[in-house]
């Protein structure tokens, strides 16, 4: 495909950002890579100015630039055609798509599965494999239930929704239209209900349920658990990495994305567009506003504001935190200054 022919591919992407390339540059593109492992016939990206180094030394034909100039002149010099866009990575998961599609089966039903008689399988369904459908689970139109997924009674399943090997959901869990969930992942299984007594732990059943709305995706090895009553809930379009634990009856808004080894307490109520980066902690109860967003590591014991950014454990406001950084690698030097101050004030 011709560079130029890639550019016609992102429409309005392309067009509304007023993308530039040099009219002679119209190499052939074979596919894509990063800027430091391309070779002839890929294209790339960068996304800023600690990037320009790689513009000199690259094999790319073509990049994808931001709108710096100094950057796209030295892609001129470099005899790279390139692209300038607000958007560099965006635009790079564009040119992905045109060549490369994650892999879909084809729409049947492996002999060896295992399914309900009062089970409802809708049109163009893939079920591979020793897959388990318990009774009265809905499976909607185009879903793709890959090898060895179990699903538990009284489950549905949205349109379109993927369902990679080895995941169990169990009953009655709602996941909605378009989602993912990955291979590992577990939604809906007992939350961690226990009533303290004088001869031990009692078991409080969990009859609640766990709901995924539509765009939802769910890592590897995450669990999502139902709660004692009502619902654990995760909002349209959210985005959960790898080994995440979502407690029982935890309430989580639109458009979040919650990175890997975080982990929240039961009732923790999250609102839109949130962030929370690696292994973020979060205690029961907690409310975090839209918006906001938690570092890697964070401990959140409190509630965070709308669109509050914190860091450090105990949580703190990200500035604050920043400064404390910088005092904690003194604090040594600062021990032995005041030693001297108390040596001189005869105090031990």
């Given at each position: 495909?011709?560079?130029?022919?890639?550019?016609?591919?992102?429409?309005?992407?392309?067009?509304?950002?007023?993308?530039?390339?040099?009219?002679?540059?119209?190499?052939?593109?074979?596919?894509?890579?990063?800027?430091?492992?391309?070779?002839?016939?890929?294209?790339?990206?960068?996304?800023?100015?600690?990037?320009?180094?790689?513009?000199?030394?690259?094999?790319?034909?073509?990049?994808?630039?931001?709108?710096?100039?100094?950057?796209?002149?030295?892609?001129?010099?470099?005899?790279?055609?390139?692209?300038?866009?607000?958007?560099?990575?965006?635009?790079?998961?564009?040119?992905?798509?045109?060549?490369?599609?994650?892999?879909?089966?084809?729409?049947?039903?492996?002999?060896?599965?295992?399914?309900?008689?009062?089970?409802?399988?809708?049109?163009?369904?893939?079920?591979?494999?020793?897959?388990?459908?318990?009774?009265?689970?809905?499976?909607?139109?185009?879903?793709?239930?890959?090898?060895?997924?179990?699903?538990?009674?009284?489950?549905?399943?949205?349109?379109?929704?993927?369902?990679?090997?080895?995941?169990?959901?169990?009953?009655?869990?709602?996941?909605?239209?378009?989602?993912?969930?990955?291979?590992?992942?577990?939604?809906?299984?007992?939350?961690?209900?226990?009533?303290?007594?004088?001869?031990?732990?009692?078991?409080?059943?969990?009859?609640?349920?766990?709901?995924?709305?539509?765009?939802?995706?769910?890592?590897?090895?995450?669990?999502?658990?139902?709660?004692?009553?009502?619902?654990?809930?995760?909002?349209?379009?959210?985005?959960?990495?790898?080994?995440?634990?979502?407690?029982?009856?935890?309430?989580?808004?639109?458009?979040?994305?919650?990175?890997?080894?975080?982990?929240?307490?039961?009732?923790?109520?999250?609102?839109?567009?949130?962030?929370?980066?690696g292994q973020t902690g979060i205690a029961n109860q907690v409310k975090i506003g839209d918006g906001a967003i938690?570092?890697?590591?964070?401990?959140?014991?409190?509630?965070?504001?709308?669109?509050?950014?914190?860091?450090?454990?105990?949580?703190?406001?990200?500035?604050?935190?920043?400064?404390?950084?910088?005092?904690?690698?003194?604090?040594?030097?600062?021990?032995?200054?005041?030693?001297?101050?108390?040596?001189?004030?005869?105090?031990?």
């Amino acid at each position: 495909m011709k560079f130029r022919e890639i550019l016609d591919q992102f429409g309005d992407a392309a067009t509304k950002n007023s993308l530039t390339f040099q009219p002679d540059q119209n190499p052939e593109i074979t596919g894509v890579a990063a800027i430091d492992e391309a070779i002839s016939g890929n294209i790339s990206y960068v996304e800023g100015a600690k990037f320009a180094s790689f513009l000199s030394s690259t094999a790319a034909s073509a990049v994808i630039l931001p709108g710096d100039e100094k950057l796209q002149m030295l892609a001129t010099e470099n005899g790279l055609a390139w692209i300038a866009t607000p958007e560099p990575r965006l635009l790079f998961a564009r040119a992905i798509a045109l060549f490369y599609q994650p892999y879909r089966p084809q729409a049947t039903i492996h002999p060896s599965a295992v399914i309900a008689s009062t089970a409802k399988i809708g049109h163009d369904v893939y079920i591979g494999a020793h897959v388990v459908i318990e009774s009265g689970v809905e499976i909607g139109d185009g879903a793709i239930i890959h090898p060895n997924v179990v699903i538990y009674p009284d489950a549905k399943i949205g349109d379109r929704t993927t369902l990679h090997a080895n995941c169990t959901i169990h009953e009655r869990t709602r996941i909605g239209a378009d989602c993912v969930i990955h291979s590992g992942a577990v939604i809906g299984a007992e939350g961690f209900g226990f009533v303290p007594t004088r001869t031990g732990w009692l078991k409080m059943e969990q009859s609640g349920c766990t709901v995924l709305e539509d765009g939802v995706e769910v890592g590897c090895n995450t669990a999502i658990d139902r709660p004692a009553v009502g619902e654990t809930r995760v909002g349209r379009n959210t985005k959960i990495d790898n080994l995440v634990q979502i407690g029982h009856g935890c309430q989580i808004g639109a458009g979040c994305a919650i990175a890997g080894q975080a982990g929240m307490a039961g009732g923790v109520k999250i609102g839109n567009r949130v962030i929370l980066a690696g292994q973020t902690g979060i205690a029961n109860q907690v409310k975090i506003g839209d918006g906001a967003i938690a570092s890697a590591q964070t401990g959140i014991h409190s509630d965070v504001a709308p669109g509050e950014i914190v860091s450090g454990s105990p949580a703190m406001p990200h500035k604050l935190y920043l400064k404390v950084s910088a005092i904690y690698s003194r604090l040594p030097d600062m021990y032995q200054t005041l030693k001297q101050f108390q040596r001189l004030l005869g105090k031990k």
